[in-house]
């Protein structure tokens, strides 16, 4: 079993940047396709990025596309999300997710993809 913590979230004004961290434990941290989610209060939790394991085409939602970068180092099993020119609607719980069954079929975007969660980290930006 994969476990996942966040890390880097903060209170930022917006324009601003952060960079968030998810650190895996496991040997195969490699092998999985990584990806970040996000859940503002009284919103469903959203995709916002995921990477394969080669870490090669990385994809993104439509609203961070431009301003968010995933990425991954699998010698350290972290997976990264430089975020900048955040906004106030980027406010929300960021949380890291990984595959290990290796659903066919089912898009890096979708939750039901992904068996192992980190516990999030508060990503806060005003106005």
């Known amino acids: 079993q994969v476990q996942l913590v966040e890390s880097g979230g903060g209170l930022v004004q917006a324009g601003g940047s952060l960079r968030l961290s998810c650190a895996a434990s496991?040997?195969?941290?490699?092998?999985?396709?990584m990806a970040w989610f996000r859940q503002a209060p009284g919103k469903e939790r959203e995709f916002v990025a995921a990477?394969?394991?080669?870490?090669?085409?990385?994809y993104y939602a439509d609203s961070v596309k431009g301003r968010f970068t995933i990425s991954r180092d699998n010698a350290k099993n972290t997976v990264y999300l430089q975020m900048i020119s955040l906004k106030p609607e980027d406010t929300a719980v960021y949380y890291c997710?990984?595959?290990?069954?290796?659903?066919?079929?089912?898009?890096?975007?979708?939750?039901?993809?992904?068996?192992?969660w980190g516990q999030g980290t508060q990503v806060t930006v005003s106005s």
């Open positions: 990477i394969t394991w080669t870490g090669g085409s990385p």
């Open positions: 496991g040997r195969t941290f490699s092998r999985y396709p």
């Open positions: 997710a990984t595959d290990t069954r290796t659903i066919p079929g089912v898009s890096l975007s979708a939750i039901r993809r992904y068996d192992c």
